[in-house]
T-cell receptor, first 115, second 116 residues
Framework: DPKIIQKPKYLVAVTGSEKILICEQY?????MYWYRQSAKKPLEFMFS???????DNQTASSRFQPQSSKKNHLDLQITALKPDDSATYFC??????????????FGAGTRLSVL | AQKVTQTQTSISVVEKTTVTMDCVYE???????LFWYKQTASGEIVFLIR??????ENATVGHYSLNFQKPKSSIGLIITATQIEDSAVYFC?????????????FGAGTRLKVIA
């Protein structure tokens, strides 16, 4: 059974709309992350959370807003969608954010297409 | 700035042989963690193996092993007895420890094709 669940697996949206990508992890980890992978770029770090607190944000646009309602839950809200936002968004988690138990484990991803 | 470079875009090998994938990194940190991940055709990203920079011994997990050369800032992934199922894209990643910058940086990936 997958330990990091991302929903939906595929998402098609129209330009200007808003979508929420869901992520839940059942590994008992304390840190969660969002990464983006587009066709011509390597995995790109977006956000990191530790104990539901934002630790790092590398996303220039405020259109991307992570939301953590529980320690094992980190959603990603994207507003005013643009075609350039089309990518696969991966949620990841690690036991710790700062310590040595920092190996990332990834969910299966949400493939977003913005038309 | 941290940087990870994988110069091999694509490699093809015959099944049951050994393959080495290269990765070099740049960091000013004295301590850091290095990782290799595999992305399958379905898109799933799987953790394979890690090397802590303060450890001199090369990490080994199953048929994956690392060639860690710290003076060269190099962390090669070695896959022995390759199988068709090893066909995937392999990513190298680095995470610094003590500069206040804790982001993981990934390389662009090397596509491995294992042929019968």
């Amino acid at each position: 059974d997958p330990k990091i669940i991302q929903k939906p697996k595929y998402l098609v949206a129209v330009t200007g709309s808003e979508k929420i990508l869901i992520c839940e992890q059942y590994l008992g980890h304390n840190a969660m992350y969002w990464y983006r992978q587009s066709a011509k770029k390597p995995l790109e770090f977006m956000f990191s959370y530790s104990y539901q607190k934002l630790m790092d944000n590398q996303t220039a646009s405020s259109r991307f807003q992570p939301q953590s309602s529980k320690k094992n839950h980190l959603d990603l809200q994207i507003t005013a969608l643009k075609p350039d936002d089309s990518a696969t968004y991966f949620c990841a988690s690690s036991q710790d954010w700062l310590g040595g138990q920092n190996t990332l484990y990834f969910g299966a991803g949400t493939r977003l297409s913005v038309l | 700035a941290q940087k990870v470079t994988q110069t091999q875009t694509s490699i093809s090998v015959v099944e049951k042989t050994t393959v080495t994938m290269d990765c070099v990194y740049e960091t000013r940190d004295s301590s850091y963690f290095l990782f290799w991940y595999k992305q399958t055709a379905s898109g799933e990203i799987v953790f394979l193996i890690r090397q802590d920079s303060y450890k001199k011994e090369n990490a080994t997990v199953g048929h994956y092993s690392l060639n860690f050369q710290k003076p060269k800032s190099s962390i090669g992934l070695i896959i022995t007895a390759t199988q068709i199922e090893d066909s995937a894209v392999y990513f190298c990643a680095m995470r610094p420890v003590n500069t206040g910058n804790y982001k993981y940086v990934f390389g662009a990936g090397t596509r491995l094709k294992v042929i019968a």
